[in-house]
């Protein structure tokens, strides 16, 4: 499953844009997210949480 992240800091804060793509390109996910850098893993956690919302779960499951 094609999925990506890129963080990008400035300052005490953090952006975390993520995405989840079906293999053929024909549907794509994609968050935002920022916070602080100490808050970096719980960032994670929101994409992910917001990814799974928007359907990401599908697309991974198509694989299995």
């Keep these: 499953v ?3 992240a890129l ?4 300052g005490s804060a953090i952006d975390l844009m ?3 793509c079906s293999l053929d390109g ?3 996910l ?3 997210v920022a916070g602080l850098k100490e808050e970096a893993a719980a960032l994670g ?3 992910a949480r917001l990814l799974c ?4 779960e599908s697309i991974i499951a198509e694989l299995a």
Excluded: T
């Excluded at 919302?53 to 990401?56: N, T, V």
């Design 18 to 20: 993520a995405c989840v």
């Design 2 to 4: 094609p999925i990506g």
């Design 26 to 28: 024909s549907r794509v």
């Design 45 to 47: 956690r929101e994409a």
């Design 53 to 56: 919302e928007k359907g990401a």
């Design 7 to 10: 963080a990008r800091s400035h």
């Design 30 to 32: 994609r968050v935002e």
